[in-house]
């Protein structure tokens, strides 16, 4: 029996986890090797750390992290963020991490899936997608619509063929990519894992786009992780069960001490939901 993943995230800048809503408004809530620690011990399956920051010197701070934390951990540690070549990809291995993720990267040269694919293998290799609704009423020079608050993001018409687009830069560029037909190609291309985020729900807490994740879990034959939206583990639920997700992320839901990655497994167990159990 298939069992599904809880993964906790941690959006790293420098050597802080910080956490927001669409990727602004960020705020300070800890050190990413002692929350990393602490929720593996609530029985997290995984944690990712996604490098947020633009500069360098931030991002070797962030492989130092990944080292200290990785010497600790027990789990799968995943790392993202300004992974721009196998090489980027490399360091992040060599810092510890099990799995590299890459994002942006991967739009302007696609041919880097295939990269680091022959160089390390596809089980080690997520392409991240950010996903916005494709509607009516944006314009094209803001995609998340009027403010940066908006609560939920459009995308200026036309739409794309699936509805949804990908974006980067949290959700400020426009790629006019179809984001169930990258997922695919990213796929063809040596993906083993679609990091699958909605950014019309990050940090809202409102529940995952569930006919996002659907669409994209029936358009790829590799995992595919929910994420943007979790309020409560009624969510996580509904990401696997009508989404169709093999694995669910959370991050702010749990910074907040909302719920504990335990309380969730229980509630997914509770659902007939296969896990692998906490103590």
Request: charged content about 25%; aromatic content about 4%; overall charge negative.
């Amino acid at each position: 029996m298939l069992t599904h993943r809880v993964i906790a995230c941690l959006d790293v800048r420098g050597n802080r986890v910080v956490k927001g809503r669409q990727f602004v408004e960020l705020r300070d809530v800890g050190d990413p090797c002692e929350l990393a620690l602490r929720y593996e011990r609530q029985g997290a399956d995984e944690i990712v750390f996604l490098d947020i920051s633009a500069t360098p010197d931030e991002r070797a701070s962030l492989l130092e992290v990944a080292r200290r934390t990785a010497e600790r951990l027990f789990i799968p540690l995943t790392i993202g963020g300004g992974i721009r070549s196998a090489d980027d990809a490399a360091a992040a291995l060599r810092a510890g991490a099990d799995k590299i993720s890459v994002n942006s990267a991967i739009v302007r040269r696609p041919e880097l899936l295939a990269d680091c694919a022959a160089r390390f293998g596809s089980q080690c290799v997520v392409a991240s997608i950010d996903a916005l609704r494709a509607v009516a009423g944006a314009t094209a020079d803001d995609p998340r619509g009027p403010t940066a608050a908006t609560p939920v993001a459009t995308v200026a018409t036309p739409p794309t063929p699936g509805g949804y687009e990908v974006v980067t830069h949290g959700g400020r560029t426009r790629t006019g990519l179809d984001a169930i037909a990258w997922a695919r190609e990213c796929v063809r291309r040596g993906a083993g894992e679609i990091l699958l985020t909605s950014i019309d729900r990050d940090g809202a807490r409102t529940g995952y786009d569930l006919e996002l994740t659907r669409a994209v879990s029936d358009a790829v034959h590799v995992p595919v992780i929910a994420s943007g939206g979790a309020g409560r583990a009624e969510d996580l639920v509904d990401a696997i069960r009508v989404g169709g997700a093999d694995a669910v992320l959370v991050a702010g839901i749990l910074h907040d001490g909302l719920v504990t990655i335990e309380a969730i497994k229980q509630r997914l167990a509770a659902d007939g939901i296969f896990v692998r159990r906490t103590a």
